[in-house]
């Protein structure tokens, strides 16, 4: 069983190899629970792809601390690591976030996104409680070919940004929030619920699965001429 | 114990005929799961309250056919009827709200809080995925001394209103969506977590509430002239 | 305030006739809870936006004959109907459907998104359950632009689909199921997990919302030659 | 995007210097997460609103410490801080507590009002249990403009008060409890639920938004002389 | 395995005979999703308790009218019937009820406790919303062996009562309400919260579990003359 | 894709022909929402597997009549139905219930047993309020290869069978009951937290889930002499 | 308003000195949340009721230490602690518990029923995968005034015992359990489901509750000689 | 009551000793919220039961380490520990795990089938992001007695799995994930609504009891020549 080339048997995981020919790209380390040592399962994937940044997420303190030690470009506040050279950007991905606290999950969504292989630019702190912040950034939002919208409490940027625009949109609930949040659910709820159509939704803080989306729509669709976005 | 003159024992009710006294505003009759005879209290309540209209609402089709026969006035799209003259406006209220679906719920909170005695103000369909809507009637939420926005599945449109202005805000989640909306559970929640600071949150659904709470502080403000706007 | 050329007032309902200029896509007739004459807003739409196919989804079987009169192409497994001449397709979505029971909702993710521009391949009963009837698909399924499956009970094709392909990936839980599924809940809940990386979700039953998003991510990328596949 | 004077742009966080104009009352510093550098946004905040007290809420230990460094005055039992003059009290509200364990929320009620422009009345440990410790207090509650009602475990209390006066009600539940009371969600579900007409709730702790809420309808209304009850 | 004499055998059910002997009452006919020739079972209890009245609850119209036939007393609000003669009481039980709408509840509790040997005093339509209503009926609530209270939407009730007096106390939250009700959740939460030291609670809507639960405590109790309050 | 001979593409549904290759057991007519004629496809899997009886559940009445005209055994308390012989029994089954309004499922279990080619014995009515009934059957429990406990309300019986025996044991929690019991959330909550060692569980009403799992369990143990039990 | 005597102001409280005279029993201290400062209120109450214990419940560790400088008895498994004589019992209560994680909640229901002035027999380790241990005290049961049944996990123990005997039993759920048992809400909703009559239900691990109302009943029932079972 | 032979009473337990004989099991230690001391009742059991390995299950590091000095065999991955002989393996069981987070669990339910006297078999981290992982053991799930399979995010392997086999198939959820997750809920829920016939299921994480379940399958059924498959 452990023969075959598309597996690395490592004893504790069986990393798959194969992803990249299957999917387009290569597996991720998802360090959630995961010990400085088994994080280093990332240079097992770096040897595989070695001209194509591979990507650890959910990283604690003394993993980064660790994968520091290994040379990769470690990134705090998305608390996550890269190893190898980022891809040339082909399309653009936005990632506009509601509140300072969304911080975290909005930039695992950047980095991802840029790793996976799109250009990537991001718009901070534009809740509807002030909708002027965001009607000013209206052009940017306009330009890109997808949109990553973050936001925690109540939830309701997607629907507003969904009503200005038909960029395919990705929502993505935080855990931002206090007593009847229970967690991000309201912001979850909310999003589901969304009243601008075409607005789909990943989970609660997963800035990671929404950037390999939008990512992915973003090569395909290229329209523009993939030049990164100031 | 029945000889109390604050209550009148109807058998199947014990009409609480002190509450005008006590808080400003007569016993309404709540409709739901109640006969066409037993709504008939609305009568009892009228006579011990002559000069000044009073509520029945949650009306079935039958009780508000029953009703008609007792010369109240009916309102069809809030299944609610009243009898006897509506106060002479002070204060006034608007009442905002997103969608279509969401009339049946402004309905009741507007009869309700003209019955309470505020003028009231309805601006219809304004929901968020198309804010120029909104942003055309900006003006008129800002005249008004309270304001009551009413909405369904994700329930953004306080958060956008509250963030626009400071006229108290009082919520009114309804029940419309599907799915994951869970009966107006996610409008409820966003609600309850709005970034905007100081919106208030009534029921599922709960028009007479809003209707009650906005009347009180309209009536209690009355800045502006007291006439209806229109 | 009804003088604005983007919104027309038909008294229930303010039309965002607007929307297509912001979003490249007319409003939708959403027709649960409507009567027949309130779908009549069709025509409004229609009027509006003649060379292009409106849309009116969740009729009722009162709404659907009544549209009929008008003219329109019905769908009866989708329970929806269009007027106008559907759009010559860019791109192609595939909509993959686990079980029978799943076909409405199937059925109104691929209306929607043909009407919206794509074209459209559907793929029908390959839930996990059977692997080889999906793995004799799985070429067909690398082949498009953007994929929509379609699951109820565990929700767990998805998963499944988006670890054989990279292609952009939206799943639609579906209320099929009983006891436990809490009308599509557990499904839903599924998908939010998914161990695929990328997968993004919409509401329970929304098939008209993974229909528009995935008609725009096709019509952009249209990396292909358009034609609908067979 | 950056030079919007309405905006000004720290890094990590966009403050809306425009709030006041807009909605009365400037933007608020919520500290919960935030480092106590981060809490130093306070001075930013006084900086632009000199003759009036700005607030930060939910502070940790080590960013009270920090706080007070800045001269700003301390609540302990609020976990907050104010930096500059309280405004002159126009109006008045009373804060209602149920027991000693939902002190902090009332605190944060309280201050918040404070800060926002009202006069406030603090009565405290007026549970249900003991219904004489209410009644005793009858004629404060009615004297005021507008009441804050908090209480956790079931949640009756702004029943039994929204039964005894027409004063607008604003009602606080809190976390305390434990089992079934589901982090407060038991005495949320009871305040939503409540039978006392015009009852009006705020997400659960959120002495804040209740504050907020309260002194923007006893502002409005001043129909006393405003000064402060004792 | 049919022989024991403590078990009847009817096909589709084992009556246990032995219950009387066992816990002092026989078992009851729970009459929902039964057919009118099942609800005949009644007949059986009877002719084993032929000197005590046996009883069947959640009864359809049909079940109704088909124990009428029997013989039996119906109790139209309470949908209940019973066969047989009620015992001479010993002990007392009070039925308060909030609001007019909980009255099938508590007349199922209140017959319950009937047919299990306690005298019942019923008071009704006291919710918390008009104090005045409780506290003059405080002296009848002092003189029990045992209470029932019955409330729905915010469940109140129980807390109040519980703190005027040291009557043991069985609460029954009904599923009076809606929205955020739950179908009675809200209640249920709210007594198993209860501030008030002493409440125990039953099941959403089950009259008859605290009708046998007070009866068993009056019975014992009996510390009154034991005759039927009026 | 259709000339697979595993499949038979039925145009609503693709049958899955070689289910019984790979698992040991064709595939199942689920009947809900199926139209009478949708239903017919039990005939398809007749053709395909003459010797050995197939299943239909969760038939409508409509449904029922239809496939008693294919000449199939209906069972009319299971809602089910067969065409084609049973198996030969291997293995014994022992379908233990709690109460008169568990049998539709408790019916469903022990025909779906049999059909799946084990010797199914049914034991009704030992609910634990009546210990007795349980103790007298004992011995029967002991004898049998796998235990399928059937239970509503709150669910204990599994917990207290499992503790008299080692016979593997399969819980299936029904939605019988009302208000709290959450249409069968909390009889399946309590048999997953079950005390007793090795209680596995199925979803809410599924006895067909659980007479497929014990028939493979008793047909693989085979160790009495599989003739049906009495 | 602190002039009154039934209340003594502590500034951070006000104790209720009245609740003995209404209800029969002192105020309590409830720990949770309290310093140990604070918990010296016990003193307090002790002063005013110096010739009957008075009770502190859910003490932390640096509270126990605290009230033994007090001269309190302390209770370590129940971390409760009592101050003055334990009344003379009247009347009996058995505690009965399933496993020997339920040994705190168990312990604080019986020194709270003691407290309250009742004789007291515990019965522990007795949960239903074991029958025979409770079949071995069923004459222990049959004995007392009230029972108290506690449970954690599937909460299954009170239907058995409540089959067995007609003696009143509050039933109290614990969070002993993981997973599913969703911090004792399994067993809480098992417990309100129960199919034995006559159950009644407190708070998840609300020992205290259950103490209370038992030692009320048995206090009045008080049938046997009132001397403490052994 | 404490003579009976069936019991062993330590003061805070009551050793169930006859279980062995009434299941075939005896009694297992569960360590959670033991202390080292009271984890020293395996030697108790093994006093017992000195010829076949008992176990202690959800071990402390300091129980883990507290055992060791008494000889007993530690298992640190699934945190538990077993004192004497394993018995010979009797049919086998394969434990098939989704990704590297489940180890503990499939340690846990590994180590209790082979204490509970099957062989067994572990196959790892094939979850259904990468199908050819688990299409390539096919043929060793196939082999055994009774398969265990262990996931935990969507939970979708046992489904897959289900589709690939007729063997006994018990589904245990894991904890991991996070956000929607909601501690396993979302795994819980997909495996009870698994479209795979006869999946069954139990409690999150509980390794333990699917251990049990499986091992009580393969004993009886030992239809290979029970030696432990490689």
């Given amino acids: 069983m452990s023969e075959d080339p598309r597996t690395e048997d490592l004893g504790f995981a069986r990393v798959d190899l194969d992803r990249a020919a299957r999917t387009g790209d290569p597996e991720v380390v998802y360090g959630a629970g995961k010990t400085p040592e ?3 399962i990332l240079r097992t994937l770096h040897a595989k792809h070695p001209d194509r940044a591979v990507l650890a997420t959910r990283l604690s303190a003394e993993a980064l601390h660790a994968v520091r030690e290994l040379d990769a470009d470690v990134d705090l506040v998305a608390r996550a690591a890269t190893l190898g050279p980022v891809p040339e950007p082909r399309g653009s991905v936005a990632v506009v976030s509601a509140g300072t606290s ?17 250009g990537v630019h991001e718009i901070r702190d534009v809740g509807v409680a002030g909708l002027h912040r965001l009607l000013a950034v209206r052009d940017e939002i306009e ?24 960029v395919p949109l990705v929502a ?4 931002v929030g206090y007593g009847a949040s229970f967690g991000g659910l309201a912001a979850l709820l909310a999003m589901l619920n969304s009243c601008a159509p075409g607005v789909t939704v990943v989970n609660i803080d997963n800035g990671y699965g929404a950037g390999v989306f939008a990512a992915r729509v973003a090569r395909r669709t290229a329209h523009s001429t993939s030049s990164e976005p100031t």
């Fill in 143 to 166: 330009r890109v070919d997808c949109l990553i919208v973050v936001a925690g409490m109540e939830g309701a940027l997607p629907s507003v940004v969904g009503g200005l625009t038909g």
């Fill in 102 to 118: 969304d911080a975290p999950v909005a930039a695992e969504a950047a980095l991802t996104a840029r790793v996976h292989g799109a």
């Fill in 172 to 175: 993505v609930p935080t855990s």
């Fill in 38 to 40: 088994q994080v280093g």
